[in-house]
């Protein structure tokens, strides 16, 4: 399962393209997109998905908990790898112009204008994709973040003194600390 460490080595290597042969997806414009299993997608319907992502450009990309979150230009966009998910970032065509082929367990891939493609490979289907206005009706509900430096010794200290439930469970629980446990 990909846990909070794998999540952020996603985010920076999104950012810095470590992971997928120096491609980056910060500054690109979604072309189209292909929807590969429809419930990938949480909380919109394929074809408007689709409608809305097209002409958009990814500005950020970071991590939430264990939430990849784009900021697009005018939505964001959600994804939760759950049990078994990854992204591939990759060039979507041969030198030749023919389509590189998808690998079985993709589900939804974006195209970007400059033949970028970004592929959510999920073999189980568990995780999850979300585009929103406002990411916070999803986010809001995780507790402070483990790397944060604002979550200093004695305020993590404070947080345990605060609640009378066991450790694990209590450090498992999204809403008290986000990254560590299962999902919210």
């Known amino acids: 399962m990909p846990e909070l460490p794998e999540v952020e080595t996603i985010v920076r290597s999104l950012h810095e393209g470590t992971r997928y042969g120096g491609l980056n997806v910060i500054g690109q414009q979604v072309r189209e997109t292909t929807v590969l299993w429809e419930r990938t997608l949480e909380n919109i319907s394929p074809d408007l998905f689709q409608n809305k992502i097209a002409g958009q450009t990814v500005k950020d990309v970071y991590r939430r908990g264990k939430f990849l979150v784009f900021t697009l230009s005018s939505d964001t966009l959600l994804m939760h790898l759950r049990m078994s998910g990854d992204l591939r970032v990759e060039a979507g065509f041969w030198p030749d112009g023919s389509k590189v082929p998808l690998q079985p367990h993709d589900r ?5 204008a400059g033949g970028l493609r970004m592929a959510f490979n999920n073999p189980r289907k568990f ?3 979300w585009m929103m206005n406002d990411p916070q009706a999803v986010l809001g509900v995780l507790g402070p973040e483990p790397l944060d430096p604002a979550l200093t010794e004695g305020k993590f200290h404070a947080m345990l003194q605060s609640h009378k ?3 694990k469970p209590l450090l498992m629980d999204q809403h008290f600390l986000a990254g560590l446990g299962n999902r919210p």
Request: aromatic share 18%; proline share 0%; no cysteine.
């Open 108 to 112: 939804l891939v974006l195209w970007f």
């Open 165 to 167: 439930r066991m450790l």
């Open 127 to 129: 995780g999850r994709i």
